[in-house]
């Protein structure tokens, strides 16, 4: 009974579908799907970014359809989006419901804002949450310590990762770019080069921790404004955000005993 409990709870804390199904006796939640996206806009905030081809070509909108279709089969009752201004959202998917506002390659308004006008949605929900990203302090750390090296080649792990998807996305769908970015494996990659940044500190300088300890509080801020969105049991809420935050926004919504975490992959299949 101790090894079946713990392996709930593990599989609760690295968001592995432990609750995916629902028994027949189960109390009904609210579901969350979170899917992770590449910035389809290319707006190179990031420290490395994912290269995009063109996603308003005739090829590529017709790949948009089809995920759309994918994600129709979740029925959300509500899209929450990586915006942090309601009011400048609400204005922008007004003008779009009018016919006055022209979609942009921006994920935001490729899914978000086309998927909720399909669905008959009158809102789409701002969920983002600003923080810092403390990383100048690691660099800093990594010089003082003489790590420097180490820091380097972790840092082009992780730039050989997002190369690899950019070129995975030139042969695939968007769909199947989106499956592969959103798969448990992926995920886990992810997650674990932040870990691997938090080694990088000591008392007195916590630099790496405390980077990720950053990088926490705004997933979990987020998480709250989403949990803000569910009004009943019935609620069936997507979520779109750029996939670094996939796996802490998925570990969060996981671990809440009042929510159901679903998946890109079961509805694509």
């Given amino acids: 009974m ?10 609760a804390a690295i968001g592995l579908p432990a609750r995916a199904q629902s028994a027949p006796n189960e109390t009904q939640r609210a579901e969350v799907l979170v899917l992770g996206v590449y910035h389809m806009a290319n707006p190179g905030h990031d420290i490395f970014n994912m290269p995009a081809d063109d996603v308003l070509a005739p090829g590529r909108q017709a790949e948009i359809s089809e995920l759309a279709a994918v994600l ?14 309601q009011r400048k959202l609400n204005e922008r998917y007004t003008q779009y419901l009018a016919g006055k506002y022209v979609l942009t390659a921006n994920e935001i308004d490729q899914i978000g804002l086309r998927l909720a006008k399909e669905l008959g949605h009158t809102t ?15 660099i800093n750390f990594a010089k003082a310590s003489g790590q ?16 690899a998807q950019g070129a995975y996305l030139k042969s695939h769908t968007v769909l199947q770019t989106l499956l592969y970015m959103n798969s448990d494996a992926k995920v886990a990659q992810d997650v674990g080069f932040y870990y691997l940044e938090a080694h990088y ?11 990720l300890a950053e990088w926490y509080r705004r ?5 709250n404004n989403v949990t803000k969105l569910v009004a009943s049991p019935d609620d069936r809420i997507l979520v779109i955000f750029g996939a670094g935050h996939l796996g802490w926004l998925r570990q969060a919504f996981s671990s809440d005993p009042t929510l159901r975490l679903r998946k890109l992959d079961e509805f694509a299949r």
């Fill in 72 to 85: 129709k089969k979740f029925k959300p009752t509500k899209i929450a989006v990586e915006n942090d201004s």
């Fill in 124 to 138: 789409i929900y701002a969920v983002d949450a600003d923080g810092d990203f403390p990383f100048q302090r690691v």
């Fill in 148 to 163: 420097s090296a180490k820091l380097d080649a972790h840092m082009a792990d992780i730039g050989e990762m997002v190369k």
């Fill in 201 to 211: 500190g000591e008392p007195g300088d916590y630099a790496g921790p405390d980077l």
């Fill in 219 to 223: 997933n979990m801020h987020i998480f």
């Fill in 2 to 11: 101790r090894s079946t409990i713990l392996c709930l709870i593990a599989a």
